[in-house]
């Protein structure tokens, strides 16, 4: 009995290692002829699909064929059947099919994924391109007639506004490109705008920033705290009984604040768009939430997210 088995295993050790080798190479030209095909077509329509399932399975079958038919026909034993072993490497060809495009679909997914935040992406910078194109502050208008009159009248602060109107123009056009911008940087140009307007409104107009250091390299939308100051003078009477005071400072420690004391004109000249709402839109592309307004009947306030 144990001479008889002996040559039996002998023999399964032989065809072992063959079959093993018919496997790995149908397994492998899965991969190859997957791959090439892929490259040749991108689309990814049904019928391609259906095409690269019986192209890499009867590649597969094909390589498992030769493979096992050559060496089952010099190793198998008298009365073993060559159907068995055929059989079985069609069924491990199978099992790695069915493994290869398991992982092909969650390949797959995952590039749709990848490709739909890049659309998403795409998508939020060009509506944040549209409404940095919409901040077309007017305060130019205003600006120059104010110089005019400072001319005409040979003030001896028209060449100082004229360094700070450069300052706030010329950040104006730095910003163009930038989705965000340091509050440092926001504060440098606003105290230039602030300048402006003091110069317009003399003392009826005063602005106290009460930003601690360490939010300063915090970012917040270009031209978020110019537009909110242009909103407060818009809005509400500037005039030596009813002077304009500005807050700006930090309320919690995940936002800052603008607040202005609320003294609304009967009438408001007509907006440009480039206001509150656009600010708003702005930090809910950028950081999926909005600023917050409060409103009583002393003050009108905005509070906005520190973008860190």
Known sequence: MHSATTPRRAAQRLIFWPSSAATGLSGSSIFFVDDYHERQHDSDNSRNLLFRVLLIFCTGAAIVVVVESVVHRFFREEGSNILFYF?????????????????????RRQQVEVENAA??????????NLLRQQ?????????????????????????????????????????????????????????SYAFLLKTRFADNFDLDIRLPERIL????????FQLLLENAVKHNVVSA???????????????????????????????NGAGLENINRRYLLLVGRGVEVEQTEAYFLVKMPIIA
Do not use: W
Request: hydrophobic fraction near 40%; proline fraction near 6%; charged fraction near 20%.
């Open 87 to 107: 059989l079985r490497g069609v069924f491990h060809n199978s099992v790695i099919l069915v493994i290869y495009f398991a992982m092909q679909s969650q390949r």
């Open 217 to 224: 390299s915090s970012y917040v939308p270009p031209l978020t």
């Open 135 to 191: 901040v077309q502050p007017h305060f130019l208008f205003n600006a120059l007639n104010t110089l005019k009159s400072m001319v005409k009248a040979n003030d001896p602060e028209a060449p100082n506004f004229i360094v700070h109107l450069s300052g706030v123009y010329r950040y104006l056009l730095q910003s163009t490109m930038k989705q965000q911008t340091a509050i440092r940087d926001e504060l440098d140009m606003l105290r």
């Open 241 to 271: 009984d009813k002077p304009l005071r500005i807050e700006i400072f930090c309320p919690d420690e995940g936002h800052v604040a603008i607040r202005n004391n609320l003294q609304l004109k009967k009438s408001v000249e007509e907006s």
């Open 119 to 128: 659309l998403k992406e795409e998508n939020v910078l060009a509506q944040l």
